[in-house]
Every structure is written in structure tokens, then in C-alpha cells.
């Protein structure tokens, strides 16, 4: 069975920067696409980047635009969330998915216990 561990959540100030790692095992990355998720408490998760490791595409929620980066490496077999800026309402547990880039953000299997961002003065 795959496995999908997130790490490098923290409490941050608002301004900071934080950088997430979803480390892949039981599967290499290639061929698929792997999407970053947040729910924040009381919401919905919700979809907040996906890169295709295939191809390198990659997409963004308009709230994190210019502000987030998503990234892959294939040798480590893990992709990589840098945030920036942070701010109070990107506060959440954040998760990443396996999935079909076309479908993003449906259809992601999400297989870890997420990682907390907490970004608080």
C-alpha cells in the first residue's frame, strides 16, 4: 500500500514562511500528480496546489497565488510546499493526495495525517 507522510508544519508569524514535505513511499511519483490540501477548522478542505510529475505542470488556489510554490524531487520521491507570506487565514492542517492532474482537485487519494500550519502573532 502507498503511503503519503506530510511534515514541516509549525507555527509561524504572519509574514513567515514555512516549507511543507510530502514524502512518497510503496510508489514512485512518476506518472502521477500530487496535490496539496488544507482544511481549516470548522471548513471544508480545499484544494491549494497540484504539480503533475510528469510534466512539471502545475496549478494554484487564487488565494495562495505568488505567494506558495510547489515543486518536486524525483530522487527523494517527495514534492515540496514552499508558502511565503503567510497569513492568518492560511492557517490548517494541510494533507497531500495522490491523483490524475486532469481531475484535481477530485479524486485525490489523501493517505497521511496531515501536517499543522498555525500562523498567529
Known amino acids: 500500500q502507498f503511503k503519503l507522510v506530510e511534515s514541516g508544519g509549525g507555527l509561524v508569524q504572519p509574514g513567515g514562511s514555512l516549507r511543507l514535505s510530502c514524502t512518497a513511499s510503496?510508489?514512485?511519483?512518476?506518472?502521477?500528480?500530487i496535490g496539496w490540501f488544507r482544511q481549516a477548522p470548522g471548513k471544508e478542505r480545499e484544494g491549494v496546489s497540484c504539480?503533475?510529475?510528469?510534466?512539471?505542470?502545475?496549478t494554484y488556489a487564487d488565494s495562495v497565488k505568488g505567494r506558495f510554490t510547489i515543486s518536486k524531487d524525483r530522487a527523494k520521491n517527495t514534492v515540496y510546499l514552499q508558502m511565503n507570506s503567510l497569513k492568518p487565514e492560511d492557517t490548517g492542517v494541510y494533507y497531500c493526495?495522490?491523483?490524475?492532474?486532469?481531475?484535481?482537485?477530485?479524486?485525490?487519494?489523501?493517505r497521511g495525517q496531515g501536517t499543522q500550519v498555525t500562523v498567529s502573532s
Open positions: 493526495g495522490r491523483g490524475d492532474y486532469r481531475d484535481y482537485p477530485a479524486d485525490f487519494f489523501i
Open positions: 504539480i503533475s510529475i510528469t510534466d512539471g505542470r502545475t
Open positions: 510503496g510508489f514512485t511519483l512518476d506518472y502521477y500528480a
